[in-house]
């Protein structure tokens, strides 16, 4: 059975870095988008940025174009979110999870939102704070 297990999250001073990893355990990734989202208090999730199986394609929101990098080691079953630049806004808890469908897919705006995914994990807290 497929799990996910976040971690990297912490505190940090607005325009520190962090990275965060998902790593997986009882399936292999390599067939299947993943994805990174976050949930601030009060505030519905939403998608942060998606990579495609292969990951030659990304996605990010608006909000982290520029400062965040997402990347996957398909090797490792691990997924990665690279954090730069980071801002209170940023605070969340962050999670990964996988794509419903097997195989590959598109990574675009429409599809990086949370009802395309699936198996998430217990998440990660990120807080920026000076």
């Known amino acids: 059975q497929l799990q996910l297990v976040e971690s990297g999250g912490g505190l940090v001073q607005p325009g520190g870095s962090l990275r965060l990893s998902c790593a997986a355990s009882g399936l292999p990734l390599d067939n299947y988008r993943i994805g990174w989202f976050r949930q601030a208090p009060g505030k519905e999730r939403e998608g942060v940025s998606c990579i495609s199986s292969d990951g030659g394609y990304t996605h990010y929101a608006d909000s982290v174009k520029g400062r965040f990098t997402i990347s996957r080691d398909n090797a490792k079953n691990t997924v990665y979110l690279q954090m730069n630049n980071l801002k209170p806004e940023d605070t969340a808890v962050y999670y990964c999870?996988?794509?419903?469908?097997?195989?590959?897919?598109?990574?675009?705006?429409?599809?990086?939102?949370?009802?395309?995914?699936?198996?998430w994990g217990q998440g990660t807290q990120v807080t920026v704070s000076s």
């Open positions: 999870a996988k794509d419903r469908a097997i195989g590959w897919r598109p990574v675009v705006a429409q599809t990086c939102i949370s009802t395309e995914y699936n198996n």
